[in-house]
């Protein structure tokens, strides 16, 4: 589908964060971000993206960890034709202002995951028409994230959101615990939802949430969490049932059963008898264009065509049958992904880093390919995280363990606390990655880790 807009266009906003119609800058040439609605895209469009990747790029695409592609490395005077071809790929927004609002998360497995108690996928895109067709809307952040959970075993449940829902059995029917600047409580530690609304009621709620958002915060507060400095959550529950009149219950204690590990990788079972989806990991959140291909052709040839991007930079396949579970594995292993959650370079994440950012200290990619080369290997292990600056492009939750760069091939050790905030606990100052692998098998064999 063509997208008839001119561009570059007015509407768009300056920002720091890279859109499609907002190309930024980096050490190694422009960036282009490809918000995909609930992660997907089709293979045509996969097509497309490698082809002009190759064309207007070096040929390196990234996996982010909000489920979305981009395009990096765009060589100077290419930008409005890259763009053109993505816009005429459908890959944009319905209208230029509305490229940054659409920061919407489901599950990769929406409409397919067995454990799920509804298909979000519906309320999904209903949610995303009202957010790219109403103009008051497109005054949000870039960076204002929402979250809708149908309640699937493949499910990330650790990266804060500005608005949550999560799916929960209702007497009758299905309804949804919300809350507000953070993730959906799982543990009893956890800070609990804010109330219940009915199913019915989902996106009046979301809508009314954004309102009132847009009507209380000051110029400065840009998230959820900032306009609950002034304004507390109580306060909030207070408005909104003004708003909507008796729909929202007490939520009590609730939790969000916890999500099932390593769920994004390998085959597992979809509710349809006889399919199965199947994940397969980038390394580092990188694809070149012969695996972005790769992975169209085998969706095409085996799926539903379409490919399903993951907040843990993999790739989901959908609707394939069981029986060519095993010539799909095979033919990703064969395009340099990863399907096994045992091999470190699975759990490892690292931001561009210096040979790609002017703000990073150290070569973080290469560092964590070393740091890969070293690591024992096992399903257990828990997950790594190189960072090249305290920003944490690459991680928008806390991983286990966080490498800090400090210098160049040196890197401060922490371990995620429980409780507490920031990177965790430093564990080792001025680490080579040779340093920290040493450490990390050592506190990995002790079990001395925070899941
Ligand atoms: S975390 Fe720092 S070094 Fe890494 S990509 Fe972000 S800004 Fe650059």
Not at 150 to 159: D, F, N, T, V
Not at 345 to 371: E, F, N, V
Request: include cysteine; charge should be negative; proline fraction near 7%.
């Amino acid at each position: 589908m063509k997208q008839a807009f001119c561009i570059p266009s007015p509407a768009v906003r300056p920002s720091a964060c890279p859109g499609l119609l907002r190309i930024v800058q980096a050490k190694d040439g422009g960036i282009c971000r490809i918000k995909l609605p609930c992660g997907r895209l089709d293979v045509d469009q996969a097509e497309r993206i490698a082809r002009a990747a190759l064309q207007h790029a070096g040929g390196v695409i990234e996996a982010t960890n909000r489920g979305n592609l981009q395009i990096r490395g765009i060589r100077a005077g290419n930008e409005d034709a890259l763009i053109g071809e993505l816009l005429d790929a459908g890959l944009g927004p319905r209208t230029p202002g509305a490229d940054d609002v659409r920061n919407l998360m489901v599950s990769p497995a929406a409409g397919v995951d067995p454990q799920a108690l509804v298909d979000i996928s519906p309320l999904a895109a209903e949610l995303l028409a009202t957010l790219e067709n109403t103009p008051r809307l497109h005054a949000l952040s870039p960076k204002f994230a929402l979250l809708l959970d149908g309640g699937e075993r493949l499910a990330m449940l650790e990266h804060p959101h500005d608005i949550w829902l999560c799916a929960l059995p209702l007497e009758e029917g299905v309804g949804y615990a919300f809350g507000l600047a953070g993730c959906p409580p799982v543990s009893a530690n956890d800070a609990p939802a804010l109330a219940i609304v009915p199913a019915t009621q989902a996106h009046a709620l979301i809508i009314a949430l954004l309102d009132l958002f847009l009507e209380l915060a000051k110029p400065e507060q840009t998230r959820m969490r900032h306009l609950q400095e002034n304004h507390a959550p109580a306060e909030l529950l207070q408005r909104l049932q003004e708003r909507l009149g008796d729909a929202l219950l007490p939520a009590g204690e609730w939790r969000r059963a916890p999500a099932q590990g390593n769920a994004h990788l390998g085959v597992h079972a979809q509710r349809q008898p006889g399919l199965v989806h199947i994940g397969a990991a980038t390394v580092l959140g990188r694809l070149d264009t012969r695996q972005l291909l790769g992975l169209a052709d085998l969706a095409r040839r085996y799926g539903d065509g379409n490919l399903r991007l993951t907040p843990w930079q993999s790739v989901l396949l959908a609707n394939i049958t069981e029986t060519a579970a095993d010539a799909v594995i095979h033919s990703l292993h064969a395009i340099g992904l990863l399907t096994d959650a045992s091999e470190p370079l699975a759990r490892i994440i690292a931001c561009t880093g210096a040979s790609g950012c002017a703000k990073g200290l150290a070569d973080t990619k290469a560092d964590a390919l070393r740091l890969g080369e070293l690591l024992p290997a096992g399903e257990e292990q828990p997950g790594i995280h190189l960072t090249g600056c305290s920003r944490s492009c690459a991680a928008a939750h806390r991983a286990p363990f966080t490498l800090l760069a400090v210098a160049e091939g040196r890197y401060d050790l922490f371990a995620r606390q429980p409780l507490g905030n920031g990177f965790g606990q430093l564990l080792g100052h001025h680490l080579t990655p040779d340093e920290a692998a040493e450490l990390l098998a050592s506190l990995t064999a002790t079990r001395s880790f925070t899941r």
